[in-house]
């Protein structure tokens, strides 16, 4: 199964509202950006990464696709996706200008395409053709009713609406306020709208420091946090430790983790409890499953960051056997010929062969920019 063609694309999808907010980012769009690779026999994968719709750095991203990788695929078996992936990963001259960053995105990209054909070629959805479901039932937590953006009261009635009518009982509520009692005040008006049942996960998205994380969970300790999401800067591998010791609250990281060295370091220190990798901030599905099984190996439960937001995440997800759960944003699903669904709480299971990635073509063409 020859590649004959490698076929970079920038999409860039609206999300809620026309515009959300955490502590550290405010967006208007999701970048859908990847590449499709089409084969001699006219099979087409579609692979991507996630980013903040920024135009002139999504085309750093499909220039390092069409220009480094490009070349060395055209012509390549597509069904050698481990040998593939360690030459592009491991090329000498790419792999001096970057081990993460731009060229793990792009390599993202190309990875999750290779696998979607490989799914295709065999008439598989892709959690299938890595072995079969583990899980019966893959939770949904609902992030899209928890954004810094919302005033407490539309937040406290997206919050109820996602309980009470579309069945969660996980959400994810953003916190980084300078002040962190306002996040106290804001989560403890949450706890009151949805009682003591439903599991609620924060996100703070790197902002505060560790002083200020130690006053927040003093401050929290019987709201009865499910996790404490990114609470520092990302690479602080100690601090993180430290928060870990002092906090009954769990610590979760992982979506700005790129390789499978970085968890391994915030693992062996004991700085995380939840493991967030993401298929996009990784190089693809080859190193989202090394770091999937690192975790089970010191059995810490694998929860998905959806760069995607979840189409290929609900694969691995219902596969691996360390995960149960999925964050779910729901920004781009009915841009995918089979989107990410969820049904009073639980993902539906893929059906259709592939792994969730093709891009309906009226998306491609009403969001789609220019490479250049």
Not at 128 to 143: D, F, K, S, V, W
Not at 273 to 278: A, I, R
Not at 300 to 324: D, I, K, N, R
Request: one cysteine or more.
């Amino acid at each position: 199964m020859r590649i004959a063609a490698v076929e970079p694309f920038i999409v860039h999808l609206p999300v809620t509202g026309n515009a959300i907010a955490d502590s550290t980012h405010q967006v208007t769009h999701w970048g859908v950006v990847g590449t499709r690779i089409v084969t001699q026999d006219g099979l087409v994968g579609y692979g991507f990464t996630g980013t903040h719709a920024h135009l002139a750095s999504d085309r750093l991203i499909t220039a390092c696709i069409a220009d480094a990788y490009a070349p060395l695929l055209i012509g390549e078996d597509a069904t050698e996706r481990s040998r593939l992936w360690t030459k592009l990963a491991r090329h000498p001259a790419l792999q001096w200008v970057g081990r993460a960053g731009i060229t793990h995105l792009a390599l993202a990209a190309v990875d999750v395409a290779l696998w979607d054909l490989a799914a295709k070629t065999a008439g598989l959805p892709l959690w299938a053709l890595l072995g079969g479901r583990r899980t019966e039932r893959l939770e949904a937590y609902n992030t899209d009713i928890g954004w810094l953006s919302y005033d407490l009261d539309t937040m406290l009635g997206l919050v109820r609406g996602a309980v009470e009518k579309d069945g969660f009982t996980r959400i994810k509520v953003k916190v980084g306020h300078e002040n962190p009692l306002a996040d106290i005040r804001r989560l403890e008006a949450v706890r009151a709208a949805v009682g003591p049942e439903v599991r609620i996960a924060i996100d703070a998205n790197g902002r505060w420091d560790l002083p200020t994380c130690l006053r927040f969970v003093h401050a929290a300790r019987d709201l009865d946090i499910f996790w404490f999401e990114e609470p520092m800067w990302y690479d602080d591998v100690a601090s993180h430790a430290a928060l870990a010791r002092a906090s009954s609250i769990p610590v979760a990281l992982g979506e700005q983790l790129y390789t499978l060295d970085a968890f391994r370091t915030f693992i062996d220190a004991g700085a995380l409890s939840y493991v967030q990798p993401d298929v996009t901030r990784l190089a693809g599905i080859t190193e989202y499953i090394q770091v999937a099984d690192l975790a089970l190996a010191h059995r810490l439960p694998v929860v998905p960051h959806a760069g995607e937001m979840s189409q290929v995440h609900v694969h691995l997800s219902y596969w691996h056997p360390a995960s149960t759960i999925l964050e779910y944003i729901p920004w781009i699903k009915d841009h995918f010929e089979e989107p990410a669904a969820v049904e009073a709480g639980i993902f539906r299971l893929p059906q259709q062969p592939g792994a969730s990635t093709t891009l309906k073509a009226a998306s491609m063409e009403a969001f789609g920019k220019a490479l250049r």
